[in-house]
Each structure stands twice: as C-alpha cells, then as structure tokens.
C-alpha cells in the first residue's frame, strides 16, 4: 500500500471515529492562516498537527536559507504557518512559514499605518531618492524629504556633492543606524512600505508646524536646509515647516536649472515672501537678499559709459550683453559692426538706461564713431 493510500485509509478511519463521537475535523483552505503543534522534524520536512484529518507539512527548502532552520523546530513547538495546498499527493496539508511571517509583518505594518505608531528602522544604504531600511522586518524606504535636517547639517558634510556616486558615498555614515519613523505609505501587493523620519519627530509635528509658522512674519531672514530640487524650484526646510524658493526668486539673472544653483542637503539663507494659509507652506527667495542690479543700473552705468560684457544671446534683432550677474543689456542689429557670437567679449557704449523698465541699451558703432 502506498504512503498516499495508507495516510487517507488512516484519515478515513480517525473521520468516522470523531464523528461517531460528535466531533469534527477542521477543515482548510488555501491562504488561511493556522496555528498547529510540531510533532516531528526530519530533513524530510516539519510534521504538523492542526487539527486536520491529516496533518501539515512544512518543507526545510521552504523553512529557511541553507536548509537548517527545521532543526530549531522540536516536538511540541508552535508555529504559525499559511496553507498553500490542502491536500498534496501524500495526502499532507502543505504549510508554509515564510509566507505566514511575511503576511505577519505586512499586518504589523498597517496597524503601525492605522494608528500612527513610532516605530524603529535600520538604515541599510542609500538608493536613488532615499534610504532603504529594515523595519518591522520588511523592506522599507525613507525618501531624503522625510528625513531630519539634522542628518544633513551634522553627519552628512558631503551631502552636496552632487552626483549620485558621491551621494551614495556621503549617506554611508547613515548606515546601521536605528531611526524612529512612522509608516506614511504601504502597498503590500507592490511591495511599497515608504517611512518618514520627520512624521515621528515631535519637532516636525502638526502642533510644532503650527507654532514656528506663528513666529515667521513675511520678511524675515532664515537660515534652512535644501530638501528637494525641481524644475519648478527648491523646497527647503525651516525646522519642520516647508517653504518654495521658485525658479524666478532663486537669482536676479535667469535661471534654467534650479540644480545649477544648489544641492540637496545644502544650509541656505532665505528671505520670507509670504505664506500660503491653505498649504502652510512658506514662498521664499534668495536673490532679494543680494541687491537688484537694476537698481543702480542708472548711477553705475550712466549714458556716454563704456562698458565691457560677454555676450549671452543672440537674437534676430541683435545680442544681449551680460555686465554683471542679472544685468543684461541690449546692442541692437542695428548698433554692432560685424557678426557677433555668443560668449564673445565686447566692448560698447550705453546710449539708454531705465533701472524701473529693466532696459539697457548698448552700442558697438557709437562707442567706434567716439
């Protein structure tokens, strides 16, 4: 008689017995979650009793790595298993661990989301945008805007390096580290378990937020930490309130790439526009803590001054002349000798200024007719 045989005749045998005695044998199905009693363990597999007309089994390729960690389980030893199969050719419910501990943890998880608990996260290194970590056993990440400030200004000297090589680099001091976070994100099907390091700081709670952004009147100086580069702008944060220096405010020449200018995890001092009520979120500038050139353009550049300049662009009516950061003046078509190009250096005369219109007029020819 096969195994499969004589394992069903047994089943079939103790069925009738229970029910002749008003008993019955559970029954299970694919995905359940069970609880049962080792009864014996081989490097065939891990027998369990749950209470089943037959008992489970848990394969040791299946328990863990190295297939050795079915010699921790004895007889009479608990375990918490999740049925993949409910009955296999030898007649065994097939049990797995791994998936019970996993589903455990996804569970441990969402009641740490639900109630906004503080949990602990292990760095383990730097991934594009953030950090991975171990939290609650499962993989975790921390993107860079949910982390403290303090992480930039103290342990991470070189955060600003800017390439990815050398972010990676930087954020080595981070690793093995313990964080306290709070889950702000998880998606068990696509694995996704995102975690913030600021959500469980009390500095960064919605009372702290309330109470720093009352003490922050428009025109105020502070002194923040780059948390994000977009094309639109930098976010920077302000021990735990969040403003926006826009592109247009980043300087007083015209900026393309927000990231030409600054670096994540770079102190920044900034200037207080204002404060948007819905979002309570700061609007911010740098380039009015320096002067506008254009202020002065008409006392540093008056009409009849000569003037060197590099050109910046060239346009069907003529090219523009950077004289200074953010100051940019104009030699008509009509007012150059000869083809310019850009980056070039000339010389010219001014023949008009307007610092309240921001214009600035400029002249090869004029300058060469003196």
């Known amino acids: 008689m096969s195994k499969s045989s004589k394992v069903k005749k047994e089943s079939s045998i103790m069925s009738k017995l229970l029910e002749d005695h008003g008993l019955a044998l559970k029954e299970y199905r694919p995905g359940e979650l069970i609880e049962g009693i080792v ?126 090589a050398e972010l990676k680099e930087s954020l080595k001091v981070l690793s093995g580290k313990k964080l306290k976070v709070k889950v702000i994100e998880l998606d068990p099907e696509k694995n996704r378990f995102v975690l913030s390091e600021k959500d469980a700081l009390q500095t960064y709670s919605e009372g702290a937020r309330q109470e720093r952004l009352s003490d922050i009147k428009i025109g105020d100086t502070l002194e923040g930490i780059v948390t994000g580069i977009m094309p639109f702008g930098v976010f920077v944060d302000l021990d735990g309130v969040e403003g926006l220096v826009h592109i247009s405010e980043i300087a007083w020449e015209k900026v393309n790439q927000p990231a030409d200018y600054f670096s994540v995890g770079q102190t920044i001092k900034v200037k207080v526009l204002g404060i948007d009520e819905s979002s309570k979120k700061l609007a911010l500038s740098v380039k009015r803590l320096t002067e506008n050139p254009w202020e002065t353009v008409e006392d540093k550049y008056p009409v009849g001054a000569k003037v060197k300049g590099l050109i910046s662009k060239i346009v069907p009516f003529g090219a523009f002349v950077t004289l200074e950061k953010g100051l940019d003046g104009l030699i008509h078509i009509s007012e150059a000798e000869g083809p310019l190009s850009e980056g070039q250096e000339v010389e010219a005369v001014v023949t008009q200024v307007d610092g309240e219109n921001q214009k600035l007029a400029l002249s090869i020819k004029q300058l060469n007719s003196q």
């Open 39 to 164: 009864v014996s363990s081989t490097h065939g597999g891990v027998l369990v009793d749950v209470g089943a007309k037959s008992e489970g089994i848990i394969s040791t390729m299946e328990l863990a790595d190295e297939d050795s960690a079915y010699k921790s389980l004895r007889p009479g030893d608990t375990v918490v298993a999740k049925v993949i199969q409910a009955e296999n050719d030898q007649g065994y419910i097939v049990l797995s661990v791994k998936r019970a501990e996993r589903e455990r943890k996804w569970k441990d998880a969402e009641e740490a989301y639900d109630s906004g608990e503080v949990i602990e996260a292990e760095i383990i290194e730097y991934n594009k945008g953030g950090l991975l970590c171990d939290c609650l056993g499962l993989r975790g990440f921390i993107p860079l805007s949910h982390l403290d400030r303090v992480h930039f200004s103290n342990d991470v000297a070189k955060f600003a390096a800017g390439s990815e």
